[in-house]
């Protein structure tokens, strides 16, 4: 697959044929020769971070294969031009259908459930159930791809890491993600775990069950973020108020219940408090199985608690770059 027949099945990377923008460059739909339908990210020429990016997704999804995982088609660098290649989504991304009145109505409970489920399942593969112990770092909606089942595909490894079988947890100096699903220990401390990706899970769980997004919350009398808002309404019993309207019809009661318990057991602030994520798939299909009380979630930013690390470092050295999500 060379650069010419990108650039042809992309019509010169048009901004018709642009499917979304990220922090390293952007995506484009193509069609092949054949008739094949792909996409092509085009990382940006402007910054050494996205050779790096690059770099690192290549060597981690090249080792992976899941049904809740993108697939990786190709990839190539040729002067200043580097594009990976990908299986195409013809249902695009979940921030597409979550945050707006048109999308949210097209997806019912079931399909809400499923996309929750998808999500864990993909995730126990990454911390759990490949060969390696792979740390996302950046899991938000616009990384959930969808296809055109609706299935789930956890997408963008760039900023993923991988831990040894006997690390826990380890820290960087320069912390990258995106406000409202970075852990507050990754965040302010640069300590990062698979708790960290829980807590991102948890966030997007509650979002999925809202319609409402993490970082773009109106603050309430009783609530300054979408965090703090759940907790509220489950202290006073009425989780029921937390949910999208729409979903009022479709939605098992028991079950969309259960989720906002997950989902805030997942965001708690002590990430040794927070359950891993094959507890969290369990935990969603078993009806049977009593929950934990969840604690107060990390909505603000205060105390944070240190998890085991692998490594040590000043936090007053960590230089957080931060993307902030806008409807597209």
Known sequence: MDLDTIITATDNFSDSN?????????????????GKEIAAKRLSRKTWQGLEEFKNEIILISKLQHKNLVRLLGCGIKGDEKLLI????????????????????QLDWKTRYNIICGIGRGLVYLHEDSRLKIIHRDLKPSNVLLDHEMVVKISDFGM????SETQNAADTKRVIGTYGYMAPEYAMAGQFSVKSDVFSFGVIVLEI?????????????????????????????KELEFVDPLLMETCSTEQVVK??????????EDPSDRPTMSSVVVLLGDETIALPQPKQPAFSVGRIVPIDKSSTADPSLNLITISVLHPR
């Not at 989720?259 to 805030?264: D, M, R």
Request: charged share 15%; aromatic share 16%; net charge negative.
């Open 18 to 34: 642009k499917l979304g923008q990220g922090g390293f460059g952007s995506v484009y739909k193509g069609i092949l020769p054949d």
């Open 86 to 105: 990908y299986e195409f989504m013809p249902n695009r991304s979940l921030d597409m259908f979550i945050f707006n009145s048109e999308g949210q109505a």
């Open 160 to 163: 993923a890491r991988i831990l």
């Open 209 to 237: 069950i809202s319609g409402k997004r993490s970082s773009g919350f109106y603050f309430t009398e009783h609530a300054e973020t979408l965090l703090a808002y759940a907790w509220h309404l489950w202290n006073e019993g």
């Open 259 to 268: 989720c906002i318990h997950v989902g805030l057991l997942c965001v708690q």
